[in-house]
């Protein structure tokens, strides 16, 4: 990945230069952000400066992520094989190369896991102790990228605090969270920490203007909806109707939670409304909370009046948008959200979704009756 790659984040990238530079590099570094902000590219980039300085044949190698002392760790599950990266390396490889900014949701799919936890196991930080402790095999650095460190679990978190602690000689480990939450403590302490934050505006719309057949139009709207995220705002160009679906779901929900006050029979639909949503894997369950969110928001401005931020609308099967709108306001809106964060929140821990998400439907329903 070559620095003039990356969208935006200018600033970072010259101070993660200037840091190789002037030999100020932390022996382990932890990128927090988003990873559609441009994590595991930055650390892509960031290594593949270092392998270059030692050795100038060392770039293609890392773009083709095929550098023998480039090491990466993900979550993964575990089958008849085990639960190790090396595994899935091939698929991580492939994903990756397409798109540097995927993100858990991307992994997902790519692995066809469907409900499965997804997880760094103890037995990973067996493989890489004896990785490393290997000589380099370009007589340089060795370089371990953990994607996902928030996913691994306690096991596998203690053994590796060890590995922190007394790292292999020539040994830069880059570790790479959206949380820092899930996260020990002690592994937090011992690492340099990089905050990435969100990419500006006026790059994503540079980047996007590179595409000639969107309208200014289309990338404002691109840019709005993306939030800061490159990862999401190539998703909208390439899946123009990717909400489809969760558009269905969210009118059904709201067509029942209208009729449930009056008749309570209504109530069995939003039990199987909950049921269904929870036969999905866990990050597509988040990518439709984050949806359900953001349309309860784009509701309220609309009812305030605020059309020229109201950047999408639902129109479909009948659905009256205005209609919906005039019942959400500054009296229920914080509810509204903060059941939905409380609701990601406990799938994050693993809660059962079936509950989860049932308490939810009949939750929001009750908040979307009250009066203004």
């Known amino acids: 990945m070559n620095w003039e790659h990356i969208v935006?984040?200018?600033k970072l990238k010259n101070l993660l230069k200037e840091s190789i530079h002037d030999k100020r590099v932390s022996h382990a570094q932890l990128f927090i952000g988003k990873d559609g902000y441009g994590t595991l590219p930055?650390?892509?980039a960031f290594a593949k400066e270092i392998f270059t300085k030692e050795n100038a044949h060392s770039a293609s190698k890392v773009e083709h992520l095929n550098h023998l002392d480039l090491h990466f760790s993900f979550p993964v599950f575990k089958d008849k094989k085990g639960g190790l990266s090396q595994l899935f390396l091939e698929d991580f490889r492939n994903m990756i190369l397409?798109?540097?900014y995927s993100n858990s949701e991307d992994w997902?799919?790519?692995l066809n896991s469907e409900n499965k936890q997804l997880t760094i196991y103890a037995d990973e930080i067996d493989e890489l102790n004896k990785k490393f402790s290997l000589k380099s095999f370009e007589g340089g650095s060795k370089i371990l990228v953990v994607w996902q460190v928030d996913k691994m679990n306690i096991s596998a978190s203690n053994k590796f605090l060890k590995f922190l602690e007394e790292p292999p000689k020539d040994t830069l480990i880059i570790l790479i969270a959206e949380n820092a939450d899930f996260i020990l403590p002690t592994i937090l302490s011992r690492?340099?920490?990089v905050e990435i934050p969100r990419i500006q505006d006026e790059d994503l719309e540079n980047a996007l203007r590179k595409n000639k057949q969107l309208t200014d139009e289309k990338i404002n709207e691109i840019v709005?909806?993306?939030?800061?995220d490159w990862n999401i705002a190539q998703k909208i160009l390439r899946e123009e109707n990717s909400d489809e679906e969760f558009e269905q779901i969210f009118v059904a929900w709201v067509r029942d939670a209208f009729q449930v006050k009056k008749k309570p029979e209504f109530l069995k639909n939003i039990v199987l409304w909950a049921r269904n949503i929870s036969s999905w894997n866990r990050e597509k369950q988040k990518s439709?909370?984050?949806?359900?969110?953001?349309?309860f928001r784009l509701a309220m401005l609309q009812n305030y009046g605020n059309d020229d931020l109201v950047y999408k609308k639902i129109d479909s099967g009948g659905f009256k948008w205005d209609r919906f709108s005039n019942f959400i306001h500054g009296a229920n809106i914080e509810s509204i959200l903060t059941e939905i964060s409380e609701a990601d929140y406990h799938l994050e821990r693993n809660a059962n979704p079936k509950i989860v998400?049932?308490?939810l439907g009949i939750k929001l329903s009750r908040y979307i009756h009250k009066s203004a």
Not at 289 to 294: G, I, M, R, S, V
């Open 8 to 10: 935006g984040q200018d």
């Open 42 to 44: 930055l650390a892509m």
């Open 98 to 100: 397409e798109n540097p």
């Open 108 to 110: 997902n799919k790519v």
């Open 191 to 193: 690492t340099q920490v």
């Open 224 to 228: 709005f909806q993306a939030q800061g």
């Open 288 to 295: 439709f909370l984050d949806y359900c969110a953001e349309m």
């Open 357 to 359: 998400w049932t308490d």
